[in-house]
């Protein structure tokens, strides 16, 4: 079955650096891989989606590459502020039958400090 | 915020006992899936609703059952309720098939329930 792995440890970053989050899996290449942001007793927030045939995608201080080869994808989250501070999740789907049907890993906790 | 509201808020009930949980998709959105989410883990997915039928089920077992209502709002039932169903549930609704082309999951705020 497939396993998704984040970095389980919290990341610690300074203001205005830019945190780096990994997501591994093993087994099938989704069609999708997405990312979400969820903050404490709160459901997650779409942030990002990027397809099995695209390589990078951004959106403002977000950036997202996808390595079919390697089963791997990077978040990255560019001039961080506190406010960035919560955990993110990524999900695959697999989406050709599966639609939403989304698989998470566990998330990486990220900590902005001023 | 996203469209999507979840009630109750919190619940405890104890070992044994049946719950019903409820949730309200975003307006236009026809599908809706529901996730257990243990403390420290990531969501996982225990089935989707489409169209008012079951689509899709993860690895949960029958006493997790659920319904969707002609106007895309939808219901968990859990039975025999065990200390491990202890969990945030949450339900996400999505677009209808076709119309959007990122199918990004709108994510209510889920319901806290303990089983003492």
């Known amino acids: 079955s497939q396993k998704i792995e984040q970095n389980s440890e919290a990341l610690n970053i300074q203001e205005g650096k830019t945190a780096t989050l990994t997501c591994n899996y093993t087994?099938?290449?989704?069609?999708?891989l997405q990312w979400y942001r969820q903050d404490p007793g709160r459901g997650p927030v779409f942030l990002l989606l990027?397809?099995?045939?695209?390589k990078e995608k951004r959106k403002e201080r977000l950036k997202v590459t996808f390595d079919t080869t390697l089963k791997q994808s990077l978040f990255h989250i560019t001039a961080s502020q506190p406010a960035d501070s919560a955990t993110y999740l990524c999900a695959l789907d697999r989406a050709t039958d599966s639609w939403g049907k989304l698989q998470f890993g566990a998330g990486t906790q990220v900590v902005v400090t001023p | 915020e996203t469209g999507v509201t979840q009630s109750p808020t919190h619940l405890i009930k104890t070992r044994g006992q049946q719950v019903t949980l409820r949730c309200s998709s975003q307006s236009g959105h026809n599908t809706v899936s529901w996730y257990q989410q243990a403390l420290g883990q990531g969501p996982q997915f225990i089935f989707q609703?489409?169209?008012?039928?079951?689509?899709g089920r993860g690895n949960f077992p029958p006493r997790f059952s659920g319904l969707q209502f002609p106007n895309y709002s939808s219901e968990l039932n859990v039975n025999a309720l065990e200390l491990d169903d202890s969990a945030l549930y949450l339900c996400?609704?999505?677009?209808?098939?076709?119309?959007?082309?990122?199918?990004?999951?709108?994510f209510g705020p889920g319901t806290r329930l303990t089983v003492l």
């Open positions: 087994n099938y290449s989704p069609a999708y």
């Open positions: 990027i397809r099995e045939n695209e």
């Open positions: 996400a609704s999505s677009s209808p098939r076709g119309t959007s082309g990122d199918n990004e999951q709108f």
């Open positions: 609703y489409y169209r008012e039928e079951e689509n």
